[in-house]
Every structure is written in structure tokens, then in C-alpha cells.
Nanobody, 127 residues
């Protein structure tokens, strides 16, 4: 089993920043990709960002077009934690943000490939 716990959500004004964290425990994550997804009220869950988790020195990441240049995904292997730095937030970024793990050494953008999910953390951006 894999457990994922998100934190760092909150209320912020447009143009502000937040950093989400996802602490992972359980099985080894050396071959797992980790991703962030979000779900706004009345909408489907959508991909935000993903990063490889192969224990190597090269970070591979991918982003949704809507967040490129504003969001940055990173990881700390020693802490088994993945972060999502969100800058220049917009009201359309308001959603519940979920961390997820996929059994792949490479970044994965498709939601169906993710096996494990956190409980989510609310991000609200006011205009």
C-alpha cells in the first residue's frame, strides 16, 4: 500500500503564491511517478503536473498548458515528499488539489495510470 498526504492548501488572493506538499509513505517510490491533479466544483479531475521518481539525478517533469510558467513541481527523495510551487495564482486555479502515484519511472500525464491518491487539499484564489 501507498499512502499520500497533501498539505499546504488555503485561501490566497489572485497573484499570490502557495506551496503544496505531498508526503509519501509505504512502498518504495524509486520507480513511481508522482503527479498533481485538481478538481474544481462541477468539473472533472484534471492533470496539473508530474515528475519522475527514479532516484537519479535528472528531474523529468511535465505540466498542463494552463499552469506552465507559473507552477513548478519538485521532489525531495530524502523526505519522500513532492512539492507543487504555485505562483501568480488565478481564480481559475481554485480547486481541490490531489497528489497521486503511478507505477512508472517516467512522468505520467494520464489520470488512469495513477493507482494511489491522497485525500486532497483545498486551494481557493480570490479575485
Amino acid at each position: 500500500q501507498v499512502q499520500l498526504v497533501e498539505s499546504g492548501g488555503g485561501l490566497v488572493q489572485a497573484g499570490g503564491s502557495l506551496r503544496l506538499s505531498c508526503a509519501a509513505s509505504g512502498r518504495s517510490f524509486r520507480t513511481y511517478a508522482l503527479g498533481w491533479f485538481r478538481q474544481a466544483p462541477g468539473k472533472e479531475r484534471e492533470f496539473v503536473a508530474t515528475i519522475n521518481w527514479n532516484g537519479g539525478s535528472t528531474n523529468l517533469a511535465d505540466y498542463a498548458d494552463s499552469v506552465k510558467g507559473r507552477f513548478t513541481i519538485s521532489r525531495d527523495n530524502a523526505k519522500n515528499t513532492v512539492y507543487l510551487q504555485m505562483n501568480n495564482l488565478e481564480p481559475d486555479d481554485t480547486a481541490v488539489y490531489f497528489c497521486a502515484a503511478a507505477p512508472s519511472p517516467f512522468p505520467i500525464t494520464t489520470i488512469d495510470n495513477y493507482y494511489y491518491w491522497g485525500q486532497g487539499t483545498q486551494v481557493t484564489v480570490s479575485s
